[in-house]
């Protein structure tokens, strides 16, 4: 749990952020140069004239900052696949040839080293293509169905839309929704990359990904590219709308810091200090 715990929360901040300043500067290109009056929405049901390219900007921009976050994340899901796949071999007590598996080491640090010696920063990006391809258009995804979930549902619960910052319980009842609907949509890809990362370095069962497709087809059939689809629920629920909870607490916070600071260099004496 350690290397998810001290990677993801550096992973998940080049995205947010990412997405944030695209969505902004993509609202400066659509607003009217002398107003800017759409600059700083959130929600579209924060203005009563927004564009008609509103959401179309909402699910670009997430794709966009899916692409850093994919090319950041790669290496930490090699790394985590691999030490998962190897606690289930060790739980099951397989004996696992040499050959086949010269990566025994369960250190995240000490694999990540093994796995360069083996095929250079390469190893580090084994999926690569599969993850940039799961990761970008369900980040968009993700960002569009939980900004309009979040505004579908206050006016659903409350009689006026308010310009303040969401209620905590919407945000997680759609952070939740967004990440299972975000997760559904690229669940097949996310088993092909499970299958590629953890195939053997030296004698690689697949050939490529759309090898491991056909095989796992020709195997299991279409059911085989939905497994996991139950624990997957019960995990992106409570972990995005906790994880979209903090995040609007935290900007909410932020945001308030700096309209004091704002403040209060409007009322006082120019200083080199503010």
């Known amino acids: 749990m350690m290397f998810p715990i001290l990677s993801v929360g550096v992973a998940n901040s080049v995205f947010f952020g990412t997405y944030g300043n695209v969505m902004r500067l993509i609202q400066i290109q659509r607003d009217d140069n002398q107003t800017n009056k759409n600059i700083d929405v959130r929600f579209c049901s924060d203005a009563e004239n927004l564009h008609n390219y509103w959401h179309m900007d909402v699910f670009l921009s997430g794709c966009i900052a899916g692409l850093p976050y994919a090319f950041i994340n790669t290496p930490i899901e090699v790394i985590k696949t691999l030490l998962q796949a190897r606690n289930v071999k060790k739980q ?8 086949d598996d010269p990566l025994k080491t369960t250190s995240a640090f000490k694999l990540t080293g093994e796995l360069y010696k083996v095929n250079g920063i390469r ?11 799961r990761d970008v258009p369900s980040m968009g995804i993700y960002m569009l169905s939980y900004e309009h979930l979040c505004s579908v549902l206050t006016k659903l619960w409350y ?9 905590m319980h919407v945000q997680i009842v759609s952070g939740g ?9 690229v669940l097949p890809f996310d088993v092909i990359k499970s299958k590629i990362i953890t195939d053997s370095l030296t004698q690689p069962l ?69």
Request: aromatic letters at 12%; one cysteine or more.
């Open 159 to 167: 009689s006026e839309t308010k310009n303040e910052s969401m209620p």
């Open 123 to 133: 190893s580090l990006f084994r999926g690569g293509t599969l993850l940039f391809i």
């Open 92 to 99: 099951d007590n397989r004996e696992i040839p040499k050959t």
């Open 206 to 274: 697949y050939k490529g990904a759309w090898d491991c497709a056909k095989k796992t087809y020709i195997k299991g059939g279409a059911k085989s590219f939905l497994r996991g689809f139950r624990l997957l629920c019960i995990r992106a629920f409570p972990v995005n709308g906790i994880a979209f909870a903090t995040y609007e607490t935290i900007i909410s916070s932020c945001n308030k810091r700096s309209d004091q600071l704002n403040q209060l260099k409007n009322t006082t004496v120019e200083s080199k200090w503010i």
């Open 177 to 185: 929704v967004a990440g299972v609907l975000s997760w559904i949509l």
